[in-house]
């Protein structure tokens, strides 16, 4: 199945990830003008009514460039929506997107019909991210027009299956919009995310050390100087799995190989709720794909590292 047509702007097939905390209005800008979908989390607009001017300051800084450059448009962007019932302001961050037409809806922890009708009231699509068959499959029931399959591996949140395995379990039964997330980091592993079956590489990590990326300096350092082996998985920090960079785990005092189970009824996504260190802010989520990442750099420059990396990777498999 093709994709949308909305897609058609994309230079490289890449969505750059919604990164709690870091993901803003100038990244996701620096993003799309560089031809791969940009995004942010609702919740990264603090307060509320702050969304509605991160979504204004959007708009019309990528319609300017549209006019300026109509042989290279800005690829679309798109908002994160934790559906999750700890999300009280789910409603009104819907109500706002709705305002502004938001293209693309990226959806976590939990489907709901309801808003996948909302989105497609006002021309939008939804992409639900899952970490197994099962949830691929309550997602469509529901109403999503794609998936975005978080392997093992993938920054943040992050689930445990293999991404040949989840793909190929996929496109048996489902042949709608598929993003493959987990330790895509250079223009090789997005061509490989297409060569598994899937439409779009996800990738988030790498955004992380950019000149627009909100984190602080000691973050994108840990991004730049971390590697596979300093990623550690577990649920402490939120009640959900996820990795996150051991350097930081230490910080906070804790033992990064001996960590406790987390009571996955009590979660909190904006603080951390089941430990002192306050996940995203104290303890930073990473992926294990951040060993080929060896600076802190513009957005812009990393899509055409990548851009060239892809077309490389072509050239050598054709022969």
């Given at each position: ?36 979908v940009?995004s ?40 994160n ?18 305002k ?105 990590s ?24 300093d990623?550690i ?12 960079l ?31 260190a ?19 750099e ?22």
């Amino acid at each position: 199945m093709a994709l949308p047509p909305l897609f058609d702007r994309l230079r490289l097939p890449v969505i750059g990830s919604p990164l709690f905390i870091i993901s803003c209005p100038e990244l996701v800008i620096a993003q799309c003008k560089a031809g791969i979908v940009g995004s942010f989390p609702a919740l990264n607009a603090r307060p509320q009514s702050q969304l509605d001017e991160w979504l204004h300051q959007i708009t019309e800084e990528l319609s300017a460039w549209n006019r300026d450059n109509p042989d290279a448009p800005a690829a679309p962007y798109a908002v994160n929506q934790i559906v999750h019932k700890s999300n009280e302001r789910l409603e009104a961050d819907l109500h706002t997107c709705a305002k502004w037409q938001v293209p693309i809806t990226i959806t976590s922890l939990g489907a709901r019909e309801e808003l996948n009708t909302a989105v497609h009231s006002w021309g939008g699509i939804t992409l639900h991210d899952v970490i197994d068959d099962r949830y691929a499959h309550k997602a469509i029931e529901k109403g999503a027009d794609g998936l975005i399959l978080v392997c093992a591996g993938a920054g943040g949140h992050a689930g445990k299956l293999n991404p040949f395995a989840f793909t190929q379990e996929v496109r048996q039964w489902f042949d709608g919009p598929v993003a493959l997330s987990g330790a895509i980091a250079n223009g090789g592993a997005v061509l490989a995310a297409q060569a598994a079956g899937a439409d779009l590489a996800y990738i988030g990590s790498p955004f992380i050390a950019t000149v627009e990326g909100k984190a602080d300096d000691a973050y994108k350092a840990g991004i730049v100087e971390g590697r596979a082996s300093d990623i550690i998985y577990t649920n402490l920090f939120t009640g959900v799995h996820g990795n996150y960079l051991r350097a930081s785990i230490e910080a906070a005092g804790l033992d990064a190989d001996a960590l406790p189970e987390s009571d996955p009824s009590k979660m909190n996504f904006g603080s951390g709720g089941n430990s002192k260190a306050k996940a995203w802010k104290d303890i930073w989520g990473s992926g294990q794909g951040i060993g080929a990442v060896s600076k802190v750099e513009p957005a812009a420059d990393l899509i055409a590292r990548l851009d060239a990396e892809y077309a490389a990777a072509k050239a050598r498999l054709l022969g």
